[in-house]
């Protein structure tokens, strides 16, 4: 990936966030509307940018499909592992399953999608909306046992819109079918509000929020370090080493890079789990991840120049 490249695309995309603040702050738009502008994204903007994404039709094979699937729920499952692993070396006791969660899961959907298509473009999409299945799998099941604290899944929850789009477009390319140019330019139109809205949204939640008191807890910029570095450096080592092809590094790495998902501080307050940290969390790795993800880049590439067994 063309560092310079991605700097730049995050650039636009901190820009677009104090377009936010700006909108929040001078009172045109209110932390009130960010539901319904939240519901906007996740039910047209993200399914528009999926089917998008495979519009003109799929290059991959049926047996391509399938294994990416494969490859990305692993994926997941070492993030989960990981986290585990990370909570019980760093000895947290307190919200202990909270610290779990937002070690595992990233926010794919409502930040992750709308970043890879800014960074790397359309024709990647295929495989970032592939991730998107498996990963709210997990999340939907898994997930939300760590935060109620008893097993069950919620299926309901899964068959979100999004993932509806999802599972969809692979039954689009498993068919090898290509849309009339008037629903492909329909669905990229509405794909195409899922960027800039998504990150108006951001900043709008910036307004009010006193980021000096939360970095005032150094348990939660551990946190921070952690999972907006260390994690995506080590996933960058496992994927690296197990000669996974760089386009799929870069969105595995780009989605693990993202900040903490929405349904962090959903789940907290359903689950009387600590809604404080969850929010905190949430608002610093969405301000953190501008400058984290160039910087997570700028390390992998230096690991790849200088490292052993370069490829």
Known sequence: MDLSVLVTQMLILFLLILCGYAAGRSRVLKKEDVPILSKVVLNLGIPGVVLASVSDGCALTVTEIFLCLAGFLAFTVFCALLAKITVKLLGIKADKRLYEFMYTFSNIGFMGLPVVQAVMGEEVMIYAMLFLIPNNLVLF????????????????????????????????????????????????????????????????????????????????????????????????????????????????????????????????????KNVSLASQAAVLTSLVCIVSIPLVFLMVSLITIHGPGMR
């Open 141 to 272: 099941s898994y997930g939300e046992y760590l935060m109620r604290d008893t097993k069950g899944l919620s299926l309901k929850s899964f068959f979100s819109p999004p993932i509806l789009a999802s599972i969809l477009a692979v039954g689009i390319c498993l068919l090898d079918l290509r849309f009339p140019y008037p629903i492909a330019r329909a669905v990229s139109y509405m794909g195409g509000i899922t960027t800039p809205l998504a990150m108006i949204i951001i900043g709008i939640t910036l307004n009010g929020v006193q980021v000096r008191e939360m970095i005032k807890d150094k348990d939660l910029l551990v946190f921070l370090v952690v999972k907006m570095l260390v994690f995506p450096l080590v996933g960058y080592g496992f994927l690296y080493a197990l000669s996974v092809p760089d386009v799929m590094i870069q969105i595995l790495i780009l989605m693990m890079a993202m900040p903490i998902p929405a349904n962090t501080i959903i789940y907290a307050s359903l689950y009387q």
